[in-house]
Each structure stands twice: as C-alpha cells, then as structure tokens.
C-alpha cells in the first residue's frame, strides 16, 4: 500500500477532507487521519487497515479497550487514548437521545439498530426506550450497566423517567456479553415484575429484548409478557 506522501495531494486524507468534506474519506482514510503517524517499516494507511480488520470496522474498534489497542504495533498510549475517546464520544451520544421519531417500531426495528452498541460489550447493559401516546419514539437512554452476567432492574428508576416525558409505553433491551439471548431465571421474573407495576402505574412494556451475538429473544414474541394497549 502506498506511503501518505506518495498519493497525490488531494487524494491524501488531510487535504482531501479538507477539500471535499469529512464524509468524502473512507473508513481507512478517517483512522489514519486520527491516529496521524505509522512506524518504520508500516505506513498509517497500512496500519488503519489492519485495525479495521482486525476488529471487524469501526464500530468494532471503537469498542476495544484502551490495554487491548496498545499491545498493536504502532498504536502507543497516544494513538489507543485517541480511539478510546471516539468511542466514548461515541457511546455518549449513542446513550441519550431525546427527539419524537415516525419510524415504526417494532422488536426487529429496535435489534437491528443497537445490536452493533454492545459488540465487545463487557458489561450487561439496560436500555430504556420511551415511546409517546401515538407509539412514537421520544427518549431513549442507557440506564444502568452492570456485571457481566447480572444486571438488576427498578421499576422505580424506570418509571421516573418515563414521567419526564410523558411517555405512555416503553421497550426495554438488554445485552447478554456470554452472547447467549435466552433469558435467565432473573431476567423472567424481573419483566414480569416490571409489567406488573407498569400495569399500575398505567403505562405499557411493549417487550423486553435480549440481545446476544448474532440473536435476540423477544419477551412479546414468545408469549412470556402479556401485552395491552
């Protein structure tokens, strides 16, 4: 692969950002611009691509702790702490969102859209996700992160948020790290908690899904809430 120096001017990742946008460059072309240098021996392009294989793209990148970057050649502790902050910067954003969107919404919808949020997740993680009157998203939002294999569930935090926003029903979804999605005797008894006390708190669990490596269980699809509208 060609040395940075070696392309044409516009075609080298600064100059062509700069003249043609951010969104112009590649997946490569953005990690060499971040991380900046190479080695002796390996170029930047070389080693972005790498990276990207290495760990399945960017969102896979993104995902790799900080002591697990460092032991790359050629990524110190300043290219790994660059890669981690993208990450966080990532995540944050990725965690609170607050607007009304149209889109449908349904358990496939709501997997294929965050199950990428939790490759490398080492910690199980609850995300709650308000829905208005007219089953529109509102608000979504990571509210707790726990062990590896426990998280425990409040009614009461949940609900609190729901409040602030008036929402009138509500998805949960949750990441199992060992990658299995069938639920645990826990992850049972804490929906059909919750759906009890959302029942009288007058708001509705449309479904709880867990989400493993490749698969996720619906708590509506196999019957074990019962739902009312």
């Known amino acids: 692969m060609?040395?940075?120096?070696?392309?044409?001017?516009?075609?080298?990742?600064?100059?062509?950002?700069?003249?043609?946008?951010?969104?112009?460059?590649?997946?490569?072309?953005?990690?060499?611009?971040l991380l900046d240098k190479g080695y002796r021996g390996s170029n930047i392009l070389e080693i972005s691509t790498s990276l990207l294989s290495k760990y399945g793209g960017l969102v896979g990148l993104l995902n790799v702790p900080i002591?697990?970057?460092?032991?790359?050649?050629?990524?110190?502790?300043?290219?790994?702490?660059?890669?981690?902050?993208?990450?966080?910067?990532?995540?944050?954003?990725?965690?609170?969102?607050?607007?009304?969107?149209?889109?449908?919404?349904?358990?496939?919808?709501?997997?294929n859209k965050y199950?990428?949020?939790?490759?490398?997740?080492?910690?199980?993680?609850?995300?709650?996700?308000?829905?208005?009157r007219?089953?529109?998203?509102?608000?979504?939002?990571?509210?707790y992160k726990g062990s590896r294999?426990?998280?425990?569930?409040?009614f009461e935090d949940i609900y609190k948020e729901i409040?602030?926003?008036?929402?009138?029903?509500f998805y949960l979804i949750h990441n199992h790290p060992s990658g299995d999605c069938l639920p645990s005797k826990e992850d049972i008894l804490s929906t059909l908690e919750i759906k009890q006390e959302s029942k009288r708190a007058h708001i509705s669990l449309i479904d709880h899904l867990i989400i493993g490596e490749g698969c996720y269980y619906s708590f509506r699809k196999n019957e074990k809430i019962t739902i009312s509208y």
Do not use: C, M, W
């Not at 392309?7 to 997946?27: M, N, T």
């Not at 409040?163 to 029903?169: L, M, N, Q, T, V």
């Open 67 to 111: 002591s697990e970057l460092k032991k790359n050649k050629g990524i110190k502790n300043v290219g790994s702490l660059k890669i981690a902050l993208i990450g966080e910067f990532y995540k944050r954003v990725s965690e609170k969102k607050h607007y009304v969107s149209n889109t449908k919404i349904d358990s496939e919808y709501l997997y």
């Open 115 to 132: 199950k990428d949020q939790f490759i490398n997740s080492s910690q199980e993680q609850l995300i709650l996700i308000i829905l208005n």
């Open 2 to 33: 060609a040395n940075i120096k070696e392309l044409p001017v516009y075609d080298r990742p600064r100059e062509k950002a700069l003249r043609y946008g951010i969104s112009s460059l590649s997946d490569i072309e953005l990690l060499s611009l």
């Open 134 to 143: 007219n089953k529109h998203i509102i608000y979504e939002t990571t509210l």
């Open 163 to 169: 409040a602030k926003f008036d929402g009138r029903s």
């Open 149 to 154: 294999d426990f998280i425990k569930f409040s």
